[in-house]
């Protein structure tokens, strides 16, 4: 059964687009500011780490992405910045790996239910991975996502 994504997920979709196409870019900040708004009333709303979702770092890089379109910069490096940590902690970085951690409270995601969602999580954390080398190489930065952490 496939659920709805979270409002501020389709928020965040909806902004991009906006930006991007002539016809609804009058909806574009609207739509940036109700997304993030959403995002991080959900966030603080769940004091437990297991509560994480595909659907946060989705949205943090989409809010990123929509950032660097308008020119907020600074704005877009925090924003892919939380979601590098998102996809850190949910261990992304790792999905490829041979050896997985069996450290159960280590595992904040349950198992992928099937190939599609496995290819879902390894593209949520390529783009991000991407986001990352992009601010790094802009703004001379360090990066947050160490290559040699990738599949290990």
């Known amino acids: 059964m496939q659920t709805r994504p979270p409002t501020y997920l389709q928020h965040a979709i909806y ?27 959900a966030e603080l709303q769940d004091r437990k780490l297991d509560s994480l979702s595909l659907a946060h770092a989705q949205s943090w890089i989409l809010i990123a992405f929509y950032e660097i379109i308008q020119g907020y910069f600074h704005r ?22 041979v050896l997985q951690t069996t450290d159960p409270t280590l595992v904040l995601l349950d198992a992928a239910k099937d190939l599609t969602e ?11 991975f991407l986001m990352d080398r992009y601010s790094c190489i802009s703004m001379g930065w360090p990066t947050l996502i160490d290559e040699r952490d990738v599949g290990s």
């Open 15 to 41: 902004a991009v687009s906006a930006a991007i196409t002539q016809e609804y870019s009058e909806y574009r900040e609207r739509l940036y500011k109700s997304s993030r708004k959403l995002l991080q009333e």
């Open 76 to 97: 877009a490096w925090m924003s892919s910045s939380r979601a590098v940590r998102l996809v850190q902690m949910m261990k992304l970085h790792r999905i490829d790996a």
């Open 118 to 128: 496995v290819e879902e999580r390894r593209r949520i954390f390529w783009m991000t």
